[in-house]
């Protein structure tokens, strides 16, 4: 049957069936084994398969509040944040003191991280080549997402 | 039975500031398909006076002398995003109507009356800090007035803060309050009607909500009657959408023989874009957008999966087949990954109006539209005597490269790996 294939798309589903489709690319679904498979055996390990791990599955906790952003430059390295890298940033947790976030500084995303000190709150570089900022009295900090976890492609 | 309309504040341009806050505060219009016209102004745009669906080359002299930053449509953003607003608005309450690409009404029923306020606020401080997208919240007893009240939010005539609830306000205020307001902002009243209503002295919302119903039924149709009847809170067009006329055609198939290039996945969202644009003016209706989808085959396990789908929107409503087809194929383009073969795809033309029933300001370029709708009733009439498909539009098949003229597109940033946000 036609219908068979996709979801019969109604009003009130219209956005399970969009989300469904306009996932950001996903990653390889990697298949667990709980045995090894026996070479030139008709596949008995297909019924130990127990689920597959998936990597966003992993590193996403709010599929809806989470984006991917490109780490340039070398300000973090410190915190493992090196040139290139992909950053998972989740918009939907509330900044805290110690995190990693996205900012918006003179109107450009930088990501750092945010510290409060002595009542100031400070942008801090994992970098002892780059200077820290500090917020001046009533300046506002635009904090855009919160960095969650990086990850790093060889090949 | 509280209804909430959730509509996203110029939603095109906070998808663009949303990824580059160089656009914050400064005068932004997104232009459509081929650059042509204005179909979403930011509210510094607004206040120089361009007009929705305003040509480009008309206010090309405007936008030079106050520094308007013109950028292309960008349909993988906005359509991601809308995605994700929708899913996060869908949480709030167990009854969602998706109406357009950036608009929702949710089913209140049952909620704390007192608290719908805070509710509401809860709702926009959410979709701004999840996705980065403005939004205003209009609560109501029935759908047409919780429209209003979403417009009475946006421009700060009630309500505080870009939530509006009607009940809070007692009948005597919201009379007042309606008597302020054009009679062409109420929902379903577009300019055939509104210019009849205004020789009738019907001017106001308020004066709309007061006339008599079986009059407008008579002088116009049941809608208008409904209309009034909404206007007083009496509900008569439920959530769903199921008394009214239909709010999405689809058109899909699963391919005999699965099909891996370009060409003859474009061919087929084509002939389902123009079946699909068919139905539709059979309706009486035009599109405000449409959703593109294409699929692999979920039973062979062992090939390669994908499956994509992506809402275009139309700029103005349309329910014209070269412009719809246009739109389907520029949506596939995006979607469409080389190294899979497909199984299905399918065309879903959404956020469907009545013809008549469209806000009058979409509608400056009468003239244009015209000519649209005398080729699409000629298209129409053909195939009805000659047979289905005797005049078809020469999308497919002919190997046509369908280049968009889009100079300043933003980056895909939330569907392409390569032109994701960078940050320092």
């Known amino acids: ?155 | 039975m509280p209804i909430a309309l959730v509509d996203c504040n110029n939603f095109y341009v906070s998808c663009e500031r949303a990824f580059n806050p160089e656009l914050e505060g400064k005068p932004v219009v997104v232009l459509s398909n081929n650059d042509g016209c204005a179909v979403a102004r930011s509210n510094e745009v607004k206040a120089l006076g361009v007009k929705m669906a305003e040509p480009w080359f008309k206010m090309e002299q405007l936008a030079k002398r106050h520094g308007i930053i013109a950028l292309s449509s960008n349909y993988a953003l906005y359509g991601d995003l809308s995605a994700r607003v929708m899913s996060l608005l869908s949480t709030f309450s167990p009854k969602q109507e998706i109406y357009s690409i950036d608009e929702c009404f949710l089913d209140l029923d049952g909620f704390d009356l007192q608290s719908l306020v805070a509710y509401g606020q809860t709702i926009r401080r959410t979709i701004k800090q999840y996705v980065g997208i403005p939004v205003c919240v209009g609560i109501a007893e029935t759908k047409t007035l919780a429209k209003l009240a979403n417009h009475c939010a946006k421009k700060r005539l009630a309500g505080r803060d870009g939530v509006c609830d009607f009940g809070r306000y007692s009948d005597t205020q919201l009379s007042k309050l309606f008597a302020t307001i054009p009679v062409n902002d109420v929902w379903g009243v577009g300019r055939k009607i509104s210019q009849s209503l205004i020789a009738m002295k019907i001017e106001t919302v308020e004066d709309l909500r007061t006339a008599n119903q079986t009059r407008m039924r008579q002088q116009f149709s049941i809608v208008v009657e409904r209309t009034v009847k909404e206007l007083n809170g009496i509900s008569c067009i439920e959530l769903d959408g199921t008394d009214t006329p239909r709010q999405q055609i689809m058109v899909s198939r699963s391919f005999g023989q699965e099909v891996s290039n370009f060409d003859d996945l474009a061919e087929s969202i084509a002939y389902f874009a123009s079946t699909a644009a068919e139905k539709l003016r059979k309706d009486g209706s035009v599109a405000t957008s449409l959703c593109v989808f294409i699929q692999t085959n979920p039973f062979k396990d062992k090939s390669p999966q994908y499956q994509r789908s992506l809402i275009v929107p139309m700029g103005e409503p349309t329910g014209d087949s070269i412009k719809l087809v246009n739109a389907a194929i520029q949506g596939l383009r995006v979607i469409y990954r080389v190294g899979y073969s497909y199984k299905k795809s399918g065309v879903l033309l959404m956020g469907l109006q009545s013809r008549d029933a469209i806000q009058a300001s979409l509608f400056d370029d009468a003239a244009e539209q015209d000519k649209s709708s005398k080729l699409m009733t000629l298209m129409d009439t053909v195939n009805q005597r000659m047979g289905k498909g005797s005049v078809t539009i020469a999308a497919s098949g002919t190997k046509r490269r369908w280049s968009m003229r889009r100079d300043s597109k933003s980056p895909d940033y939330t569907t392409a790996w390569d032109e994701l946000p960078i940050a320092r």
Do not use: C
């Not at chain 1, 944040?81 to 109107?107: K, M, N, Y």
């Open chain 1, 1 to 155: 049957m036609d219908s068979f294939y996709w979801p019969i798309v109604m009003p009130s589903s219209l956005h399970q069936f969009i989300i469904a489709a306009a996932i950001v690319t996903p990653f390889a679904h990697i298949p667990l084994f709980a045995h090894k498979v026996e070479a030139g055996f008709p596949s008995p390990a297909d019924d130990y398969i127990e689920g597959r791990l998936s990597l966003d599955e992993h590193l996403i906790q709010h599929r809806d509040a989470t984006f991917f952003v490109r780490a340039k430059g070398h300000s973090m390295m410190g915190a493992g944040i090196f040139d290139g890298d992909l950053l998972v940033v989740d918009r939907s947790l509330t900044p805290a003191s110690g995190d990693i976030v996205i900012a918006v500084l003179d109107a450009e995303l930088t990501v750092k991280r945010l510290v409060w000190r002595d009542g100031l709150v400070i942008l801090k570089p994992e970098n002892p080549d780059f200077q820290e900022m500090v917020l001046k009295d009533g300046q506002e900090l635009q904090v855009w997402g919160v960095v969650t976890s990086t990850t790093k492609k060889f090949n």
